[in-house]
């Protein structure tokens, strides 16, 4: 493990420092070179070292951009800088692209391959694939539009019960056991959307345009081919994910109808509206036992049970100020885990806000840091230390899974009915996420849909994952709006059935855990030492994980959760 507690970083110690796209470009022009020129490899293999320490650099310095941005919504210092590392961004990434092009066609192509195998080639490759020169401007564009949406979000004011509350602190209120206080929640949120549905159809449209730009200027007939790139799909393909979604319909939308009847039973509403749908306990959904101050000590604790060492890797990075768990205001929303690479520490950032999903969220991005801090030294590229992002997942949603024996140190008597609540959402999200992929196929098939056609769209897959969502008098919800809340599909697109093929790997873990915990621990430590130095199904096959796409994995896993859920 490299993080270690004596000689570690404060993360208040780190400086941010704008980053040199002049030099980086000078080291670009100077590798190219030794690459097209060098006939002995080790001349070659130093170069590309050399560039790899640029390259690491650069993307150090704008990780700790945006996390000191999302810290603080309101510095406009980082909100400027933010704006200039992504435009520096698109550029780095075509200067590394025409890096990439060398790479492939160097005299030592066939020595590099020998020495560090094949996945620094693949990269490469897509690299080329996916950036050019003619699609820098476009970029830009693309990143100004997905800061202009997140700015927007984490500014959100919402006015509820005589208080401003941005979109993480009105979450509670939305899943409130008083259905009046649920209903008017739900109304606050509709009444947020109403008011920007122009403003973020405006910048999806613009979106949707600059994507499919960008496609064909690079050669694809839609945004779709080139969203399967640049998400590295590098062994499967939208067939493939079609035939995953057709399963998710077949044996997990039933159980789904069947989890909200008895939802509806529970409650005792005579009709279950979708206001009620977060409030899956009559009693209400448990909530941590343990104050949100604690939650820091509870899941070092909780991961050095679970790992084995103690002080956990969480620890030293709480300890070290590498985590930022407590929703506030002027903080970004949402959770994440960003891996510095310089000093090869993940930081967590999340918004706890006193609900289950905190719970969830932590040992979620605790499960990605660790297989960052695990996979550290896997490769001398930055490219390969991490797998492509289906297979991150697993990292993060397998230890969900894994911290269950744990989850009394959270929940304390309610810890049953937390892994009841945990599961059950796991499996109301596979049909939502599939939905959210499904929308982004037929949106950038069809680029010149009106936002009006879009809604539409989203409205008609509601009814195909989620036939028993009612809405009343939320006009925003009504119409088929609720895609815009979901980040992703504005700023990381096809990105979201990465989520669902890894809850389906991790729930075979989840499986083979309740029956062998040491086996299936031994497993999850080797995926995360996979790193990314091989594809999602090559991976999957070392760890001896059975792939997503084996539809018999799907219907297996339907019927054990439905018998863990008692259903
Ligand atoms: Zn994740």
């Avoid at 009046?180 to 739900?186: E, F, W």
């Avoid at 979708?274 to 343990?290: Q, W």
Wanted: overall charge negative; some cysteine; charged content about 25%.
């Amino acid at each position: 493990m490299s993080v270690e507690t004596k000689g570690m970083l404060d993360f208040a110690s780190l400086k941010y420092e704008r980053p040199d796209v002049e030099h980086f470009k000078e080291v670009v022009q100077s590798t190219r070179l030794k690459l097209m020129s060098a006939r002995d490899p080790e001349v070659a293999i130093a170069a590309l070292i050399e560039y790899e320490k640029e390259l690491s650099k650069f993307d150090t310095q704008v990780c700790l951009c945006n996390i000191l941005h999302d810290l603080d919504t309101s510095n406009q210092f980082y909100t400027d800088e933010v704006a200039f590392c992504d435009e520096a961004s698109a550029n780095v990434s075509e200067l590394c692209s025409a890096v990439s092009s060398v790479l492939l066609s160097s005299p030592c192509a066939d020595a590099i391959r020998e020495k560090y195998g094949d996945m620094i080639f693949l990269k490469a490759k897509n690299l080329k694939e996916t950036v050019s020169k003619e699609v820098i401007d476009d970029l830009v564009e693309e990143a100004n539009l997905e800061t202009e949406y997140a700015q927007i979000q984490s500014e959100a004011s919402i006015s509820f019960n005589g208080k401003m509350l941005n979109l993480s602190m009105l979450e509670p209120f939305l899943e409130s056991t008083d259905r009046d206080t649920r209903i008017k929640a739900h109304k606050a949120l509709d009444d947020y959307y109403t008011s920007k549905v122009e403003i973020f159809d405006e910048i999806y449209d613009k979106m949707v345009k600059v994507r499919t730009r960008i496609a064909q200027k690079l050669g694809y007939e839609s945004f779709t081919e080139l969203g399967y790139k640049r998400m590295e799909r590098y062994d499967y393909n939208r067939d493939d994910v079609q035939k995953f979604r057709d399963a998710v319909v077949k044996y997990i939308v039933p159980i789904t109808v069947q989890i909200r009847k008895l939802q509806k039973e529970r409650l005792g509403v005579d009709k279950l509206m979708f206001y009620d749908l977060p409030c899956i306990f009559k009693n209400g959904n448990p909530v941590p036992t343990i104050k949100m101050k604690d939650y820091q000590k509870v899941a070092g604790d909780v991961f050095t049970d679970v790992l084995g060492a103690e002080p956990s890797f969480y620890d030293v990075l709480s300890e070290h100020g590498f985590t930022d768990l407590i929703s506030r205001k002027n903080k970004s929303t949402g959770g994440y885990c960003m891996y510095l690479e310089d000093y090869a520490i993940p930081f967590i950032f999340m918004n706890a806000n006193g609900t289950a999903d905190d719970v969830s969220t932590i040992v979620h991005e605790g499960g990605h840091a660790y297989a960052a801090i695990k996979s550290a030294e896997v490769s001398p590229f930055v490219e390969c230390l991490s797998p492509t992002l289906e297979t991150c997942e697993i990292h993060s949603t397998a230890m969900e899974y894994l911290t269950y024996p744990y989850m009394e140190n959270y929940f304390g008597e309610y810890a049953a009915s937390y892994r009841e609540l945990h599961m059950t959402l796991a499996l109301l999200f596979l049909p939502y996420g599939c939905m959210v992929d499904e929308y982004q196929h037929i949106v950038y098939d069809n680029p010149d849909y009106t936002p009006a056609e879009r809604h539409k769209v989203w409205h008609d897959l509601e009814e195909k994952y989620q036939p028993f969502i009612k809405y009343d008098d939320h006009p925003f919800h009504a119409m088929g709006g609720a895609w815009m809340k979901k980040d992703h599909i504005f700023t990381t697109p096809f990105y979201y059935i990465d989520y669902c093929l890894a809850q389906i790997c991790a729930l075979e873990l989840w499986d083979e855990a309740e029956n062998d915990y040491k086996g299936a621990l031994i497993k999850y430590n080797h995926l995360c030492e996979c790193g990314g130095n091989a594809t999602f199904l090559k991976i999957l096959e070392e760890v001896g994980l059975t792939s997503p796409f084996n539809t018999d994995v799907i219907k297996r896993l339907a019927y054990k959760t439905c018998s863990f859920l008692e259903l």
